[in-house]
């Protein structure tokens, strides 16, 4: 089974509507860290966010929001008003005990003008 | 300040023939990371290291591959002898304390093996 679930391969959006990225992870742990990172066309994988199990409060940051429930072990991502300098391939990521880390499959978001 | 430096950039090599990556992390980071990316199989952690002491390998694919970290500034992945099934994006990572913090990521080596 797989440790961190992003269903969505591929979104395609109009220029200022606003998207949500799904990430659905799986874990025994009652420590661990999820983490969202960007990979723009230009290939290098970018830090956007970590958070800890024992911190469910919603994170805004700019245009960027992450929703985190631990009820449905989902940590979504959402980008207001995308702009097509958001296009790029967002991965979930997942680290607990036992030196155990899981990146997503990514999913691929393209912004159109 | 410098991120992850990552050389070659480019990597052409033939079926057979020994590679090697090489990696300098942030400085002051103590963690090191080593990743492959392919269309296939995705981002794969291969191996990292705490304080330049390997902790976790069993993401490494075979015996063909190994990692070095001598010291705090520099980490090599060798890859001898390559096959073309190990073309790919490998990327290089740091952090301040392992699994639990953010990466930050060098700009990654493609190497192709015809």
């Known amino acids: 089974a797989q440790k961190v679930t992003q269903a969505q391969t591929e979104i395609s959006v109009v220029e200022k509507e606003d998207v949500t990225l799904d990430c659905v992870y799986e874990?025994?742990?009652?420590?661990?860290?999820l983490f969202w990172y960007k990979q723009p066309p230009s290939g290098e994988l970018v830090f956007l966010i970590r958070r800890n199990s024992f911190d469910e409060q919603n994170e805004i940051s700019g245009r960027y929001s992450w929703n985190f429930q631990k009820s449905t072990s989902s940590f979504n991502f959402t980008i207001t008003a995308s702009q097509v300098v958001d296009s790029a391939v967002y991965f979930c990521a997942l680290s607990e005990s036992g030196n155990q880390f899981y990146f997503g499959t990514g999913t691929s978001l393209t912004v159109i003008p | 300040d410098a991120g992850v430096i990552q050389s070659p950039r480019h990597e052409v090599t033939e079926m057979g023939q020994e590679v090697t990556l090489r990696c300098k992390p942030i400085?002051?980071?103590?963690?090191l990371f080593w990743y492959r990316q392919t269309m296939m199989r995705g981002l794969e952690l291969l191996i990292y290291f705490n304080n330049n002491v390997p902790i976790d390998d069993s993401g490494m694919p075979e015996d063909r591959f190994s990692a070095k970290m001598p010291n705090a500034s520099f980490s090599t992945l060798k890859i001898q002898p390559s096959e073309p099934r190990d073309s790919a994006v490998y990327f290089c990572?740091?952090?301040?304390?392992?699994?639990?913090?953010?990466?930050?990521f060098g700009p990654g080596t493609r190497l192709t093996v015809t």
């Open positions: 990572a740091s952090s301040l304390g392992g699994i639990y913090y953010e990466q930050y």
């Open positions: 400085s002051g980071h103590n963690s």
């Open positions: 874990t025994r742990d009652t420590t661990y860290y």
